[in-house]
């Protein structure tokens, strides 16, 4: 009998690539309103509710048992709380998928480990704190309250079919800017690719040396600004400005995502000895002409506030 898992979330992007993959060794469920998506192959049973509904989780649950829970959408403790009591210990292995913004840093000069003291909101981006905070309160409670957890923190994950887009969101504005702006303090990083974040997941099932621990897992590469850009080199030098992130948040002008930090990642390749993460300068530029070709089919994708220019005039940039 196959084993049964739970995708909640899975509707785009890495989870919907986990369940794809998934489905061909598990008898996969997931779980999602089906706002974005209401239609998987058939091998996939589609749970659609709310995961905020108490009665939609009690009606389509109330069968099932499952040997792993992937949660792949949480962004609060409640929505953590009510999925465990109406599961009420139906599952083997709760696998929590994190960020690395619950250690509000906008940059590190060291590699982060899994115990690193939590930033301060004051010196972290106005855009991303809510999130951070809520994102390290499901944490908590899972590690106080569930047996046989995983956590998994992930930096910015990039690749092909990203429905946030957020390689368009910067060359839309490289694009449409004569000055795009970003913070003085970034310098090296973390980031992930899809396939790569997918298969890290994967890696954590049924596996004992993941139960009841934190991981983070990213390339184990540090990226900077100019690895990232290196596809569009020659418009991100020409347009590229830095100015100290204290002073932009104070202009109105906050950026939609934090790059940093750098991620310490010996303990997840502890546990998994063998695994292999894609080289960057494949899916960098796939990326890249992924996003490339989804603005050539939609001009208007990015609206950019006219307010950036009108910051970087103010700051002589």
């Excluded at 899975?10 to 974005?36: C, D, M, P, Q, T």
């Excluded at 890249?288 to 609206?303: D, R, T």
């Amino acid at each position: 009998m196959k084993k049964k898992i739970l995708i909640v979330g899975g509707a785009r992007f890495h989870g919907y690539e986990l369940l794809i993959k998934l489905s061909s060794i598990y008898e996969v469920y997931v779980l999602n309103r089906g706002n974005y998506r209401t239609e998987y192959p058939l091998s996939i049973k589609h749970l659609k509710a709310d995961r905020n509904s108490l009665e939609d989780l009690v009606n389509v649950t109330k069968t099932l048992q499952f040997d792993i829970i992937i949660d792949n959408n949480a962004y609060n403790k409640e929505q953590v709380s009510l999925l465990v009591k109406v599961l009420n210990k139906r599952f083997e292995q709760y696998i929590f998928i994190s960020s690395a913004a619950i250690y509000k840093r906008l940059y590190t000069t060291d590699a982060l480990t899994e115990t690193a003291i939590v930033g301060s909101d004051d010196n972290y981006s106005p855009n991303i704190i809510e999130y951070a905070t809520n994102k390290l309160e499901c944490e908590k409670f899972i590690q106080r309250e569930i047996k046989n957890y995983t956590i998994l923190r992930f930096p910015n994950i990039f690749g092909e079919k990203d429905f946030a887009h957020k390689i368009s969101y910067f060359l839309y504005r490289f694009n449409t800017l004569n000055r795009v702006l970003f913070e003085k303090e970034i310098d090296k990083f973390s980031l992930i690719y899809v396939h790569d974040a997918v298969n890290a997941i994967i890696s954590c099932i049924f596996q004992k040396q993941f139960y009841n621990e934190v991981f983070n897992v990213s390339d184990p590469r540090a990226f900077s600004l100019d690895d990232f850009f290196l596809p569009v080199e020659d418009i991100y030098k020409k347009k590229k400005f830095f100015k100290p992130a204290t002073l932009l948040w104070q202009k109105g002008y906050i950026p939609s995502f934090g790059w940093g930090p750098l991620l310490n990642m010996d303990k997840f390749l502890q546990a998994c000895d063998s695994f292999q993460f894609t080289p960057f300068e494949i899916w960098i530029d796939k990326s890249f002409q992924s996003e490339m070709a989804y603005l050539n089919e939609h001009q208007n994708v990015e609206k950019v506030n006219s307010y950036e220019e009108e910051v970087s005039n103010e700051l002589n940039c």
